[in-house]
């Protein structure tokens, strides 16, 4: 069984910095590509950023630029570096996993296994 648990959220003012960390358990080929998508209240699940196993990194546009993926195979962690935060990314953060070797992708059902979501909250 897959197990993602994220951690590192927060209250941060406009400006400020926070790291995301995601920590996977279970079978270790389930996690070639590990993706961030959030979501905002009122809103559909967005794509953020997603790294493949050989870090081949892909952002959505409104974080290129400030935030940073990044992961550490042997511990198969994969973090997400936010920096120069802004009240829109408020938002649920949720760390996935996808199993197949391939180009990651940014679409929430190419995604087999989430985790239960960290809450950022960015003040004014």
């Known amino acids: 069984q897959v197990q993602l648990a994220e951690s590192g959220g927060g209250l941060v003012q406009a400006g400020g910095s926070l790291r995301l960390s995601c920590v996977a358990s279970?079978?270790?080929?389930?996690?070639?590509?590990m993706g961030w998508f959030r979501q905002a209240p009122g809103k559909e699940r967005e794509f953020v950023a997603a790294?493949?196993?050989?870090?081949?990194?892909y952002y959505a546009d409104s974080v290129k630029g400030r935030f940073t993926i990044s992961r550490d195979n042997a511990k198969n962690t994969v973090y997400l570096q936010m920096n120069s935060l802004k009240p829109e990314d408020t938002a649920a953060y949720y760390c996935?996993?996808?199993?197949?070797?391939?180009?990651?992708?940014?679409?929430?059902?190419?995604?087999?296994?989430w985790g239960q979501g960290t809450q950022v909250t960015v003040s004014s």
């Open positions: 790294i493949s196993r050989n870090n081949i990194a």
């Open positions: 996935a996993a996808d199993g197949r070797p391939r180009v990651p992708r940014v679409t929430t059902t190419s995604y087999d296994y």
């Open positions: 279970g079978r270790s080929n389930s996690f070639y590509n």
